[in-house]
């Protein structure tokens, strides 16, 4: 029974992730946006807690997948802050996409 309550309230948290992720990007770029591949996937993976790491080439977007994962963790409080998640960026300094 345990793992069947856990299963379920993963699946919950899927669905939530999912949701206030899609709800960031199209607010962001309109209601077309869609994720590139794997970068919902490293969000997903990251506000559940686990190791991720996104090694991508320039422009992929690991720049707004680490702007989401942070603004839903500020939103829902959990503990991202010590899941050992890595994000790799050509850039020596990662911000988040400019907001016009």
Avoid at 5 to 24: C, D, E, L, V, Y
Avoid at 42 to 62: D, F, M, P, S
Wanted: glycine residues 8%.
């Amino acid at each position: 029974m345990p793992d069947e309550i856990q299963n379920g309230q993963t699946q919950r948290a899927k669905n939530a992730i999912h949701r206030s992720a899609t709800a960031i990007i199209t607010k962001l770029y309109g209601d077309s946006a869609e994720f590139r591949e794997g970068q919902y996937e490293a969000i997903e993976a990251t506000l559940l807690n686990k190791r991720t790491l996104v090694v991508q080439r320039t422009g992929w977007g690991k720049s707004l997948v680490y702007f989401i994962c942070t603004k839903l963790f500020r939103n829902v409080g959990r503990g991202v802050v010590q899941h050992e998640s890595k994000f790799y960026c050509n850039s020596s300094v990662m911000q988040p996409p400019m907001l016009g």
